[in-house]
């Protein structure tokens, strides 16, 4: 049990904490020779989108169920990847880097956060196993991650 007061959104800063995270994070993850080539077809909304998603995931804002598609849509963006172990590692490496740069230096606050980049990497690599078009069925709301891990 880690005994704090608060969500993880709170600690990180907010919204504009996760935006700049988001857009340090794919700054790497465009100039990187593993990742680009699955980044081909991004576009600067993710960038939002993605702090949107982790704003909620963190205790925050419920908006990417509200506009963006929820927990079904955010699967749905991983389908026909086919993202490898080596992406997802170098992924977790480029994340973990723009942690160390853009969020309080809280050694359990950045612990949890890469706690909870390393579950959700796992499940995007294997729903990315799947072709685009995939019935996902009901996923379930929106994971929540607090100072326990899952909540
Ligand atoms: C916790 C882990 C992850 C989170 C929170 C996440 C989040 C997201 C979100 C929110 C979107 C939708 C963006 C939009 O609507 O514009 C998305 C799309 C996408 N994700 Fe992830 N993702 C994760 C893991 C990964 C991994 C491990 C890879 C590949 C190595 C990956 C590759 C992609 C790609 C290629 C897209 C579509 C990009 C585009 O064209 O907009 N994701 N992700």
Redesign the pocket.
Known sequence: MTERAGTLYEAVGGIDALRRLSNTFYEGVLGDPV?AP??E???R??ID??AV??AEVFGGPARFTAE?GGHQG?LR??LG?S?TEE??TR?MELMADAVGKELPDDETLRTRVLE??DW??RI??DVSADPVGQDLGEPGPTPRWGWDGLA
């Open positions: 990742l699955v980044f077809s991004f576009t909304t993710h989108h993605v998603w982790l963006l955010l963006s991983h990847l993202i992406q997802r992924w909870y980049f959700g990497t995007a690599r």
